[in-house]
């Protein structure tokens, strides 16, 4: 057997080792009592939208920034409502104060605006319409919010899903 095996399959193992013992800290998280208000503005950014996806970012209480889908308007398939929000949010408030925010967004977030909350460090997502609702009506990657979050031990984050859903799918004609 080769040396370069042996150091191939020892890495394996030790990178086995290590993340075996991280589990993911992704939790399904009950609707708290101003959920249903940031909501609400969450959706009213997605009546404003290309496609009706709307976010905001809250901490303390404070909504600090909005965002709507503008991929169409600035030709730009990145721009869902939760990137243009984070990138709001950063261009004011920087990076740090992220930390522990709430995103609300009318949409369940899909792949790519997960692993942005996720990498971004904000402590809790709350959504709308799910990804099972969503694809009823569009393309959607069919994976969850908190399939997404279950994949990354390294973040904790918690996931309330449901609120004013129905209202929100209603902007899907």
């Known amino acids: 057997m080769h040396r370069r095996t042996l150091l ?8 086995v080792a290590i993340t ?10 009950a609707e708290l009592p101003d959920d249903a208000r940031f909501m609400q503005l969450a959706i009213d950014e997605a009546a404003k939208a290309d496609f009706p996806f709307g976010s905001v970012i809250v901490k303390n209480g404070e909504v600090l920034a909005r965002g709507h889908n503008r991929t169409d308007a600035e030709r730009d398939p990145t721009a869902h409502g939760e990137m243009v929000a984070i990138r709001a949010f950063l261009a004011q408030h920087g ?44 393309g959607q990657i069919m994976l969850t919010a908190e399939d997404i979050a279950a994949k990354a031990p390294f973040a904790s984050i918690d996931v309330t899903g449901g609120v004013l859903g129905d209202d929100a799918i209603r902007l899907f004609k």
């Open 8 to 15: 191939q399959g020892g890495t394996a193992l030790v990178a």
């Open 95 to 138: 990076a740090d104060a992220l930390k522990g925010s709430t995103l609300y967004t009318s949409g369940e977030p899909c792949c790519m605006c997960m692993g942005a909350i996720i990498w971004c460090g904000i402590g809790r997502v709350v959504f709308a319409a799910s990804i099972s609702q969503l694809a009823a009506k569009i």
């Open 20 to 29: 075996s013992g991280r589990e993911a800290r992704a939790r399904s998280a």
